[in-house]
């Protein structure tokens, strides 16, 4: 960018030293320099404008990694929780916690307990068939999510080859 502004400068430098050598009129002169400055401040302001918007991009990729990572972790520690049964994806599993604090999965709801639960329940979730654990209030929401995404793929649709920008459907 810095080269793009030199031969820019240098070309402004070019046609103002033209323009005196022809004995051309200071108003022109000054003309050529608030053309050039001009063209100079939209450039500037251009720049900044794109590289805001790759600045925001940049900051939803981070966010969108934490969100990753922090996923992650939680199924690692759900994982992790005492289970005295082989879990199975596409069920959904109870956890409750210990008075001693441990926490465990069980297969039986706090509604099928009724009143006798016996420790403290914390949540109800779903595990997926790719290990990842869904939290009971997103587990319609992710359900069909994959419904979508197994239609998509079950349709086994080809897209056509795009070479040019397609903004069809972002008009509605």
Same mark, same amino acid.
């Given at each position: 960018?810095?080269?793009?502004?030199?031969?820019?400068?240098?070309?402004?430098?070019?046609?103002?030293?033209?323009?005196?050598?022809?004995?051309?009129?200071?108003?022109?002169?000054?003309?050529?320099?608030?053309?050039?400055?001009?063209? +100079?401040?939209?450039?500037?302001?251009?720049?900044?404008?794109?590289?805001?918007?790759?600045?925001?991009?940049?900051?939803?990729?981070?966010?969108?990694?934490?969100?990753?990572?922090?996923?992650?972790?939680?199924?690692? +520690?759900?994982?992790?929780?005492?289970?005295?049964?082989?879990?199975?994806?596409?069920?959904?599993?109870?956890?409750?916690?210990?008075?001693?604090?441990?926490?465990?999965?069980?297969?039986?709801?706090?509604?099928?307990?009724?009143?006798?639960?016996?420790?403290?329940?914390?949540?109800?979730?779903?595990?997926?068939?790719?290990?990842?654990?869904?939290?009971?209030?997103?587990?319609?929401?992710? +359900?069909?999510?994959?419904?979508?995404? +197994?239609?998509?793929?079950?349709?086994?649709?080809?897209?056509?080859?795009?070479?040019?920008?397609?903004?069809?459907?972002?008009?509605?």
């Amino acid at each position: 960018m810095a080269e793009s502004r030199a031969e820019a400068g240098a070309a402004g430098a070019g046609a103002a030293v033209a323009l005196v050598e022809r004995g051309a009129d200071p108003g022109e002169l000054v003309a050529l320099a608030q053309q050039v400055q001009k063209a +100079d401040e939209f450039i500037r302001a251009n720049a900044c404008n794109r590289l805001t918007v790759i600045a925001e991009q940049i900051q939803y990729l981070q966010e969108q990694a934490r969100k990753v990572l922090d996923e992650a972790n939680r199924d690692a +520690d759900l994982h992790h929780v005492a289970c005295n049964i082989v879990k199975k994806p596409g069920n959904i599993y109870y956890l409750y916690r210990r008075e001693s604090g441990q926490r465990y999965f069980s297969i039986l709801s706090p509604k099928e307990w009724g009143t006798n639960c016996p420790h403290e329940f914390l949540g109800a979730y779903k595990l997926q068939h790719d290990m990842s654990w869904t939290s009971s209030e997103n587990i319609e929401k992710r +359900d069909a999510e994959i419904s979508i995404l +197994d239609k998509l793929l079950s349709q086994q649709a080809v897209l056509p080859p795009c070479t040019e920008p397609n903004f069809q459907g972002l008009t509605k």
